[in-house]
Nanobody
Framework: QVQLVESGGGLVQAGGSLRLSCAAS????????MGWYRQAPGNQRELVAT???????NYADSVKGRFTISRDYAKNTVHLQMNMLKPEDTAVYFC???????????WGQGTQVTVSS
C-alpha cells in the first residue's frame, strides 16, 4: 500500500501562484510515476502533469508554460508549482502514484484550488 498526503491548496486571485505538495509513504517501488490530476465540478478528472522516477515530465497543454512539476526523491515527494493561475484552473487537485511494475494506482484525498477573477 502507498499513502499520499497532499498539501498547499487554497484561494488565490487570477495571476497568482500556489505550490502543491504530495508526500508518498509505504511500499514505494523505485520505478514509478507520480503526478497531479484535477477535477472541476461537472467535469471528468483530467491530467495536469506527471513525472517519472527517471525525471521525464508530461504536461497538459492547458498548463504548459505556467505549471512546473518536480520531485524530491529523498523524501518521496512531488511538487506542483502553479504560476499565472486562471479561474479555469479552479478544481480539486489529486495526487497520483503508479507502481510501474504492477501498474497499481493510488490517489490522494484531493486538495481544493480556487482561483478568483
Amino acid at each position: 500500500q502507498v499513502q499520499l498526503v497532499e498539501s498547499g491548496g487554497g484561494l488565490v486571485q487570477a495571476g497568482g501562484s500556489l505550490r502543491l505538495s504530495c508526500a508518498a509513504s509505504g511500499s514505494i517501488f523505485r520505478i514509478n510515476v507520480m503526478g497531479w490530476y484535477r477535477q472541476a465540478p461537472g467535469n471528468q478528472r483530467e491530467l495536469v502533469a506527471t513525472i517519472t522516477s527517471g525525471g521525464t515530465t508530461n504536461y497538459a497543454d492547458s498548463v504548459k508554460g505556467r505549471f512546473t512539476i518536480s520531485r524530491d526523491y529523498a523524501k518521496n515527494t512531488v511538487h506542483l508549482q502553479m504560476n499565472m493561475l486562471k479561474p479555469e484552473d479552479t478544481a480539486v487537485y489529486f495526487c497520483n502514484y503508479v507502481n510501474q511494475r504492477t501498474y497499481t494506482n493510488y490517489w490522494g484525498q484531493g486538495t481544493q484550488v480556487t482561483v478568483s477573477s
